[in-house]
Structures are given as structure tokens and as C-alpha cells.
């Protein structure tokens, strides 16, 4: 009885420490410089998370532009910790999920503080002028969070993200070396237009020849079978509510246009492509599939992302060799400002292409510790942050055959090895 009654008063210690804890924690977030409010959110992989309210400037050069609230979600393990701040390029919405965790934060036992990037779902400014969406203020926004977080979290910080997340990793980098100790960006691109220009030729090369001939195969069956592909396609828009600014067979055409670029980027499997004889239906869901109408319709989630591109990450083109004769469509230059623009923006946004030069110009003339992560195959490496002779920090490693799915953990081992116990190495200095 004694023995129970022991374990029992235990338990409620521990019970009362991790509630002393988690209020105490909640304390310290809600008395940070910018904190609006604080609200514990339900977490598997960590012993604390909270979702945190942080007030930030629409431009933070001009204070009468008035200010908005960005999610930030802080992801708790320990004051002397190591803290990995995620520079999202998107929402936030993901890592609100109980199961989240950041693979350097399951790799090096950090806590983590994700940043949801400004314009997207609720880190929204009201009223939403386009004007301040722009690569520098998303800068500011990040080093106004890590500037207020290191005073709960002196240890050692890492930056990182993934695809746009990754290419904000090296713009937040070049604005600011020195907020944090080092950055592995993964399979962000450093884009030099808004159609860059180098992608169409890396999807003539990448993968095998049999492989490419298979994808342009069924864009040309997609196209040659448009009789009865085109009003499956219109059903299916007509059934989701999209909304398009061009004509139901411009839509398809950019389907067509889009697929071996998203094919490529995921990986996908080539034995999955049916063959140019197969039934309208099947071709039409496959096509859906992979490369879906939604990407073009209006107003949906990524017109943020669309306005960033349009001034100042860049995009890519579209390949048409081969196709010509099957499109609507005379040429597909322009289409991001033509079609995917919010309609205020059309024909009003310039390119800007001095983010992608200072990125540039940082790699090539600093050693910043970074890790670069990409895949061979993923069309978004043909514009890779390039891999500077003489370097000792910047390290470029490429998954071979990997797509944009490109991680650490996925890395064949001698590469896993080697960039494991190179981010250790900095962890211990």
C-alpha cells in the first residue's frame, strides 16, 4: 500500500512539475517584445507547443504603415537547446498538426520556432496591399522573431525551409548573416527571372530517354484526344467551382504544359503513365493527378506566392517543342502574369531582379555555413544555388535520382553521414 501510495503522490508531482513548467514557459512567450497572445496547442512529438500571435510592421521601414499579426508556433524541448527556426514560404496550417516535427528537430533534438510567412492564411495585413509583400520585409519579419526568441533560446540557431521555405532560408541569410549559426535550406531554387529560362532545358535531359519520350507521349495523347478529354475537364472544374480568366481549352493546354514539370519534381513513377491508347477517362485522371486544373483557377491559396514570383523569386517557362500543333494556345510566355496574378495585379507588377542578384552576389563573395539540399532529378535544381570553387561552409549535396522530396534522412548513407557529422561539428563549436 505504501509502495502505490508512493507512486501515486509521484505521479502527481510529476503531474504538477509539468503543468509548473508549461505555465511557466507560457509566461515567458506571452512577456517577449511583440507577443500578442499565447495558445498551448496539443503536440506528440514535443513536450510544449504554442501557438504564438506576434506583431510585426506591413512595412517595417515606415511605421504609419501600420502593423498585422504573424502565427509563429514554438515547439518546446528545452531552454538549452539548439533552436531551428523554419522559415516557412507558405502557411502555417501544417505545422499545427499534433504530429509535426521539422527533420533537423527529430535529427539534433532541437526546439523549434516556425514562422508562417507573410500574406499567407492568417499572417494576412488588413486591408492586404499587395505594395509590402516583398522578399526584404519578409526578412525583417524573420529577424524580428529571432531577435525576440533568443531571449528564451540562447543556444545554438539553425535556419531552415523547403522549397519557397528554402529559397527564404538564403534571402533571410543574405539580409541578415549573422542572426543565426548556420542554415540547411532544402531544394530552394535561386531563380534569376520570371521565366528563368533554365528549366526547359533541364527537362530535356533529366531521366532517361525512354522515360521523357513516355511523358511527351501522353501530353500528346492528353492533347490529340481534347473531343473527349475537354468536356471531362469542364465537368470536373464545373463540379470543384473553379474560376478560370481563360477559356476551358487554354486550361487544358496548361495542364498538358505543367505535367512533366510536376511529374519530375515528385518523383513520380514513369510505369504509372497509361499509354497513349488508353481510354479518355484514364488519361484524363491521370493528368488530374499529377497536374491538376486548381493550380490555375483563381483565388486559391498560392496568389501569394504567385505575387512573389512575378517580382521577385522568379518561376519558370513552359516547353512546347513537340506540341505545337495540338495547343490553343499561340505561346505560353507571360502565363504567371496573364492568368495567375491576383486580377488587380495583371500587367502592373515588375520584376525586380536585385533579391536574386544579392543572394547571388552573398553565396559567391561570403562562406556563410550552409547545406544546400537537392535532388537530381527535381526540376526546381536547374536553378540551384550554385556550388562556389574554394568553399569550406557552403556545401552543395544532391540526391541522386531524388526528387523534391530530397531530406537528409533520404540521402544515400555515405551523404547522410557526411552531412550529419558535419552539422554536429557546428552544434559543438
Not at 509566461?27 to 503536440?43: A, F
Not at 492564411?121 to 520585409?137: M, Q, V
Not at 544532391?398 to 544515400?412: C, E, L, T, W, Y
Request: glycine share 6%.
Amino acid at each position: 500500500m505504501k509502495r502505490k501510495l508512493s507512486l501515486i503522490l509521484f505521479c502527481c508531482l510529476w503531474v504538477f512539475a509539468a503543468v509548473a513548467a508549461d505555465s511557466d514557459l507560457a509566461k515567458k512567450l506571452s512577456n517577449l517584445p511583440g507577443v500578442k497572445s499565447v495558445e498551448k496547442l496539443e503536440s506528440e512529438k514535443f513536450p510544449e507547443k504554442y501557438l504564438v500571435r506576434f506583431e510585426q510592421q506591413v512595412d517595417p521601414k515606415d511605421p504609419s504603415a501600420g502593423t498585422f499579426t504573424q502565427r509563429v508556433i514554438v515547439c518546446h524541448k528545452g531552454y538549452d537547446k539548439p533552436t531551428v527556426q523554419v522559415t516557412e514560404g507558405y502557411g502555417a496550417q501544417y505545422a499545427l498538426w499534433p504530429r509535426y516535427e521539422d527533420e533537423l528537430s527529430r535529427l539534433f533534438d532541437t526546439n523549434v520556432i516556425f514562422v508562417e510567412h507573410r500574406y499567407f492564411l492568417d499572417s494576412t495585413p488588413d486591408p492586404c496591399n499587395w505594395d509590402y509583400l516583398t522578399a526584404e520585409n519578409s526578412a525583417y519579419d524573420l529577424h524580428n522573431v529571432n531577435k525576440a526568441f533568443k531571449q528564451l533560446y540562447p543556444g545554438k540557431w539553425i535556419t531552415t525551409g523547403v522549397s519557397k521555405g528554402g529559397q527564404t532560408t538564403m534571402i533571410y541569410r543574405s539580409f541578415f548573416p549573422d542572426d543565426v549559426d548556420f542554415s540547411v535550406p532544402y531544394v530552394g531554387p535561386l531563380n534569376t527571372a520570371v521565366e528563368d529560362g533554365r528549366h526547359e532545358p533541364f527537362l530535356r535531359v533529366v531521366g532517361t530517354p525512354a522515360e521523357r519520350k513516355k511523358i511527351h507521349d501522353f501530353q500528346r495523347a492528353a492533347l490529340k484526344r481534347r473531343a473527349e478529354i475537354q468536356p471531362l475537364m469542364e465537368n470536373y472544374i464545373k463540379e470543384k467551382g473553379y474560376k478560370f480568366r481563360i477559356p476551358m481549352e487554354e486550361v487544358l493546354d496548361f495542364c498538358v504544359l505543367e505535367y512533366p514539370f510536376a511529374f519530375w519534381q515528385w518523383g513520380n513513377d514513369v510505369n504509372k503513365i497509361p499509354a497513349a491508347d488508353a481510354d479518355a477517362e484514364t488519361i484524363f485522371k491521370h493528368l488530374i493527378s499529377d497536374s491538376g486544373p486548381e493550380y490555375f483557377a483563381e483565388d486559391q491559396p498560392n496568389i501569394p506566392f504567385f505575387v512573389q514570383a512575378a517580382r521577385e523569386l522568379g518561376y519558370y517557362g513552359y516547353d512546347t517543342v513537340g506540341l505545337e500543333d495540338l495547343l490553343s494556345i499561340k505561346t505560353p510566355d507571360g502565363y504567371l502574369n496573364r492568368i495567375m496574378l491576383p486580377a488587380e495585379l495583371v500587367d502592373k507588377i515588375e520584376w525586380r531582379p536585385e533579391v536574386s542578384q544579392q543572394v547571388y552576389e552573398y553565396l559567391k563573395n561570403n562562406d556563410p555555413k550552409m547545406i544546400f539540399i537537392y535532388g537530381e532529378i527535381d526540376p526546381w535544381s536547374a536553378t540551384a544555388a550554385p556550388a562556389f570553387p574554394g568553399k569550406v561552409n557552403e556545401q552543395v549535396y544532391v540526391q541522386p535520382r531524388g526528387s523534391h522530396k530530397a531530406r537528409i534522412s533520404n540521402m544515400p548513407p555515405e551523404m547522410k553521414d557526411k552531412i550529419m557529422k558535419q552539422i554536429n561539428a557546428w552544434l559543438a563549436e
